[in-house]
Every structure is written in C-alpha cells, then in structure tokens.
T-cell receptor
C-alpha cells in the first residue's frame, strides 16, 4: 500500500499564478480531506469529500480556492490567483470511514511558497 | 460547531520524565478522540485514540484518559525519550461523522 500520494512535494510560484495541488487517496477510502498548515494557524481543515461529493467547504478561505474530486482516486486543490499569504504546507488525508473507523491517513504534504 | 482547545502549546521535559498534554472540546456529540504525532518535516500520524465508551486506554508508554462529563481528554507519555520530541495534536469527531477538529498542537521537547 503506497499510502496517500501528493504532488508536487514542493511548489514555488510567483504571486498571481495558478497553483494546482494533487492527491491520490488510499484505495478503498471513501473520505478525503484537504488541510493547510502554518505556524500561525496550525492545522486547518479546508474541505472534505465523501464518496467524491464535497460535504463541507466552509474552511476554504476565499473564492480563490477551489477543490474537485472527479473520481474516487483523484482530487485537486486549486488556488487562482495565488498570493504570498497562501504559502503553507498543504496536506491531503483519506479515511476509510468503515463503521467506527475514523482514522485519517495523511499524505506527505505539498510545501507551497508564493513569492 | 466543535471547538478543541489544547494546552500547553510548548512542553519541555527531561528524558525519563512524564509528559501530559490536555485538551477540551465543546460538542457533547463528539465521541471519538484521536491523537496525532507530527515529527519535524513529516506528516501527522495517529498514535492512539479513544472512544467515549472508554475512560482510559494504554499502549506501552502512551496512555489517554477521557472525562466525557467535563469534556476533556489527556495524553500521557511516560519515560519520555528524545525520539518523542514532536508536535502532538488532539482531535475530536463523531464516530461515523466526517469532520475531525484538531487542537492547535503541543510542541514537546525531550532533553537528553
């Protein structure tokens, strides 16, 4: 089992550019989460999906952020246009949500730097 | 919605001593309380969890306690080792629910 896969691992871009982060959840997991981690704000939940359907996007900071999950094995988080304050580590996590199992398995993260 | 508060934000202990991290939550519907450990530059990983029908759970040097009446839960690490140095997050959610709310994290330093 490869675990949750995220790409790219590092992204450096200039302000105003579009950024797309990618995530492949663990096969068979039906819930997927996007988090943002910064020193100031800690670990923030941005959005989560269940069975490819967005359930709660109240954590998405602005309209510049959007997320999609076109199928059970792929999700994207897009920032357009990017700003320096978007610099953070973005984690994707998946969960089986079978019965009472709620454990979330995190990917390695994408470190985003917006200049 | 749920709100999870975690204390202290930083904790420094001598190797071999015990470390205790405390969390409180607000939503009485929460019944699943995981703890995640994040080493520097790595991803958060589950180290132990507890459900509301249990008051205490142990796994080797790690134990968690839960007081549902007071809405607080704690992580206890005994005989700390330098490799325990990391950021620890508590969290709360409903079994079968989607949303897990994380505390702000505790940075634990274990001095050799």
């Amino acid at each position: 089992d490869a675990g949750v896969i995220q790409s790219p691992r590092h992204e450096v871009t200039e302000m105003g550019q579009e950024v797309t982060l990618r995530c492949k959840p663990i096969s068979g997991h039906n819930s997927l989460f996007w988090y943002r981690q910064t020193m100031m704000r800690g670990l923030e939940l941005l959005i989560y999906f269940n069975n490819n359907v967005p359930i709660d996007d109240s954590g998405m900071p602005e309209d510049r952020f959007s997320a999609k999950m076109p199928n059970a094995s792929f999700s994207t988080l897009k920032i357009q246009p990017s700003e320096p304050r978007d610099s953070a580590v973005y984690f994707c996590a998946s969960s089986p949500r079978e019965g009472s199992i709620n454990e979330q398995f995190f990917g390695p993260g994408t470190r985003l730097t917006v200049l | 919605g749920e709100n999870v508060e975690q204390h202290p934000s930083t904790l420094s202990v001598q190797e071999g001593d015990s470390a205790v991290i405390k969390c409180t939550y607000s939503d009485s519907a929460s019944n699943y309380f995981p703890w995640y450990k994040q080493e520097l530059g790595k991803r958060p990983q589950l180290i132990i969890d507890i459900r509301s029908n249990v008051g205490e759970k142990k796994d080797q040097r790690i134990a968690v306690t839960l007081n549902k009446t007071a809405k607080h839960f704690s992580l206890h690490i005994t005989e700390t080792q330098p490799e325990d140095s990391a950021v620890y997050f508590c969290a709360a959610s409903e079994t079968g629910g989607f949303k897990t709310i994380f505390g702000a994290g505790t940075r634990l330093f274990v001095k050799a």
